[in-house]
């Protein structure tokens, strides 16, 4: 089955420490994108990759970073420097062609201890 | 209604009876528009799409209906079951670029 696998599903974080999300995909898709989710707001982009060795910041990229080495993989890292890391995090891909959707994983929750 | 701040709008509706839930988006020229739908603790999951050179897509037990000149999306589920309780948000994308915008969803309820 093609899909797109995120993991861990719950992770923790200390204080000063960074943490990161993996997501996998074998859509065999171009563009990957991270997104965060707050209760009772809209999805906020975070980075996008069209391409390997490639990537944007989105709207909200402050405090965190990515790498896209290769095409199925778009790791992305939550630093110390984000103040405010607890949310839901979900990781879509799409191919890289105008008016295809975006498939999303299941998210990974990230909770401060 | 969308965008209202902490707490997500609801619908309740029983059983077997039909669904509207509606969208304003906010680019006029926003051409390409995505309904999805989430259920707890789980990502979005796609359920229907329509181009702005429609004005209505039907899919199964769903239809999308657009109105360009209101900037205004709804989606109709038929027949509503208990597993269509969930949140569902609209997304609206402008062809010239990768990013979509989601609105913050709304709460279905399906009381049997």
């Known amino acids: 089955d093609g899909g797109i696998t995120q993991s861990p599903k719950y992770l923790f974080r200390k204080e000063g420490q960074n943490v990161t999300l993996s997501c996998e995909q074998n859509?065999?898709?171009?563009?990957m994108y991270w997104y965060r989710q707050d209760p009772g707001q809209g999805l906020r982009l975070i980075y996008y990759?069209?391409?390997?060795?490639?990537?944007q910041k989105g709207d909200i990229a402050e405090g965190y970073s990515v790498s896209r080495e290769k095409k199925e993989s778009f790791p992305l890292t939550v630093t110390s420097a984000q103040k405010n890391p607890t949310a839901f995090y979900l990781c879509?891909?799409?191919?890289?062609?105008?008016?295809?959707?975006?498939?999303f994983g299941d998210g990974t929750r990230l909770s401060i201890l | 209604g969308e965008n209202v701040g902490l707490h997500l709008p609801t619908l309740s509706v029983q059983e077997g009876d039909n669904s509207i839930i509606n969208c304003a988006y906010s680019n006029s020229a926003s051409d390409y528009f995505i309904w999805y739908k989430q259920e707890s603790g789980k990502g979005p999951q796609f359920i229907i799409d329509i181009r702005s050179n429609m004005d209505k897509r039907q899919g199964q037990r769903v239809t999308v209906l657009l109105n360009k000149t209101v900037k205004h999306l709804s989606l109709q589920i038929a027949a509503t079951q208990p597993g269509d309780s969930a949140v569902y948000f609209c997304?609206?994308?402008?062809?010239?670029?990768?990013?979509?915008?989601f609105g913050t969803g709304t709460s279905l309820t399906v009381i049997p």
């Open positions: 997304a609206e994308n402008i062809w010239t670029g990768n990013q979509f915008y």
């Open positions: 859509l065999n898709h171009d563009a």
């Open positions: 990759s069209q391409i390997v060795n490639d990537f």
């Open positions: 879509a891909s799409s191919p890289d062609s105008y008016y295809q959707p975006q498939h």
